[in-house]
Structures are given as structure tokens and as C-alpha cells.
């Protein structure tokens, strides 16, 4: 039956692992795929850095613009 993953299966599967990509390969697609599941659980979320980080640029940009037009 397909019950519980024990730490030998685990063990199994990382030794395959490191065979098929390498020791050097391989912290660097953990770090991948440990980045994918942080976006995909900020996207489920709905969070969105981009746009929270592009706002008050754009605020800044608008309050510079009309201070600018005010002293001419």
C-alpha cells in the first residue's frame, strides 16, 4: 500500500537524487524549488510584492511631478 514515507524512502530518493544531478546541482535546485512553492503560496494568497513595492515609487514620481509644476 502506499502508506506513510519513512526516512529509508526519503534516503532513497535523495541518494537518486544526487546521482542523476550531481552534488554541485543540486543546492541549487533546492533553493529553486524552495522559491517556486514560496511564490506559489504568496499567488494562492493573493500578496504581490511587485505591486506593493511599485506603489510608492509611483507616489514619489507623482508628489516630485506636482512639485515641480508648482514652483514654475
Known amino acids: ?3 506513510s514515507i519513512g526516512p529509508l524512502e526519503i534516503g532513497i ?8 544531478f550531481g552534488p554541485k546541482r ?13 511564490d506559489f ?3 494562492i494568497k493573493g ?3 511587485e505591486i ?3 506603489e510608492p515609487a509611483a507616489e514619489a ?3 516630485s511631478a506636482q512639485a515641480s ?3 514654475k
Open 1 to 3: 500500500m502506499l502508506g
Open 13 to 20: 530518493v535523495l541518494v537518486i537524487a544526487l546521482l542523476i
Open 26 to 38: 543540486l543546492p541549487e535546485l533546492g533553493g529553486s524549488l524552495g522559491q517556486g512553492i514560496r
Open 41 to 43: 503560496g504568496k499567488g
Open 47 to 49: 500578496e504581490d510584492d
Open 52 to 54: 506593493a513595492a511599485i
Open 61 to 63: 514620481e507623482v508628489v
Open 69 to 71: 509644476t508648482a514652483t
